[in-house]
């Protein structure tokens, strides 16, 4: 009896967090379509194939380096043990569990250099950028995670012993998003401004491409969001309704602000659904849905002012503006849960801002070295920029030698 019931909770568990690895892997095509909306036509080809290509390297570099790095454990053995692997140690029935554990966490690296794909576009060489991606994805990403999530405890160890709590970050506003924002604005400065993009110091805005792809590219994130927070769980009996309330009342929010502080423009609006979603990944377990709606609204008013300022004061050309949406906004939720999730505000209580402050700032020193360091050493060995011609021609026909629209092509 006790042998059934074990062999039912590895198999309810393994396919709990299955299903929240595919939900999470649709997402990479939210990511896609959100760029293809936003790039122009002549590099919406080159954003498709780079987030196909970003998730199939950083899979393999994270399953061979990333997991074992994050969470000490490798899969360099036969194929009827890994069936057996359970938290590293071999246990009958266990249903390959570490297996799609570790297939659930590639889905949250792989953000990484999805995430950077969007700022960086429209004038960044493939391969350099590839390449990028798999070391942040399979080295850079996994050791901060290891510290926060994983088997190094000594930052978290002190922050209890310091700050009187641990850094709370429940599926990844920091981890994640903060990560990739703030990895990607090195990438961002480091690559420079499109060509055309500002002449004289004057900005001339470039439109973008298509808003019912940039459209259902917020439509396919949000859906998988809840995948996203919901399963972060990683275990069925910690699911929690308290996180998918959350998450919705957190994705509300931030449409609604949008739809006021920017007058109803349907980039924001869409935009501003993700920012309330990024924002409430750390505190999803902790605060109370109105706590999830004002986080989620006020990350929507950050990314709509952040962009705008970003791009028209400091004149750095993010072109899907990942640095505000993902990195302000992923600290944002890092520092609100120790805000709203305070009993004083509905929350359940065990943070501490101090701790929270803390652990968002280190994602930040951590992400702009490591980020400085990757792109300025591509940048002086292999390049990292288009020339000038093939960025003019886009990197549809100079790197895929093929448009998004062949047929039209042929026919003009």
Not at 68 to 74: D, E, H, K, L, V
Not at 101 to 128: D, M, N, Q, Y
Request: glycine share 12%; proline share 3%.
């Amino acid at each position: 009896m006790n042998e059934t019931l074990q062999s039912l909770q590895f198999s309810s568990n393994t396919l709990f967090l299955m299903l929240g690895a595919v939900m999470i892997f649709a997402m990479h095509a939210g990511f896609a379509f959100l760029e293809v909306g936003t790039v122009r036509q002549k590099n919406q080809v080159n954003a498709l194939v780079k987030i196909m290509a970003d998730w199939s390297a950083s899979t393999v570099v994270y399953f061979l380096i990333g997991f074992p790095i994050a969470y000490g454990i490798n899969f360099w053995m036969d194929a009827g043990t890994l069936s057996n692997l359970f938290n590293g140690k071999v246990v009958a029935g266990a249903r390959g569990f570490d297996l799609v554990h570790c297939f659930f966490l590639t889905t949250f690296a792989a953000c990484v250099p999805a995430i950077i794909s969007g700022g960086i576009a429209e004038r960044a060489k493939f391969w350099p950028q590839l390449f990028a991606g798999a070391i942040l994805a399979g080295l850079c990403y996994p050791l901060f995670e290891s510290i926060i999530w994983g088997q190094y405890t000594f930052f978290q160890d002190w922050l209890n012993s310091t700050l009187g709590a641990k850094f709370h970050d429940y599926a990844g506003s920091v981890v994640v998003h903060s990560m990739g924002g703030w990895l990607a604005l090195p990438a961002i400065i480091i690559l420079g401004q499109r060509i055309g993009r500002w002449t004289y110091g004057i900005s001339q805005g470039i439109p973008v491409s298509n808003i019912p792809f940039l459209a259902l590219g917020s439509w396919i994130l949000c859906v998988g969001w809840f995948g996203f927070n919901v399963m972060s769980a990683q275990d069925i009996a910690g699911i929690s309704g308290l996180v998918a309330v959350n998450s919705l009342f957190a994705m509300v929010g931030g449409i609604l602000f949008a739809l006021v502080f920017s007058k109803n423009d349907p980039g924001f609006v869409h935009n501003g659904a993700l920012a309330g979603l990024i924002a409430i990944c750390s505190g999803s377990d902790v605060v109370h849905p109105f706590g999830a709606f004002f986080i989620g609204g006020i990350a929507s008013v950050i990314f709509i002012f952040g962009f705008q300022w970003e791009t028209e004061k400091m004149k750095i050309d993010d072109v899907l503006g990942v640095w505000p949406l993902h990195g302000v906004a992923g600290t944002w939720g890092g520092i609100a849960t120790g805000i709203f999730g305070q009993k004083f505000f509905g929350g359940m209580g065990g943070v501490t801002l101090a701790a929270q402050v803390a652990g968002s700032v280190a994602a930040v020193i951590v992400a702009v070295s490591v980020g400085t360091l990757v792109y300025l050493g591509l940048k002086s060995t292999m390049g990292i920029r288009l020339s000038d011609e093939d960025e003019q021609r886009g990197a549809d026909l100079s790197i895929h030698n093929i448009s998004a629209y062949p047929e039209r092509d042929i026919r003009t």
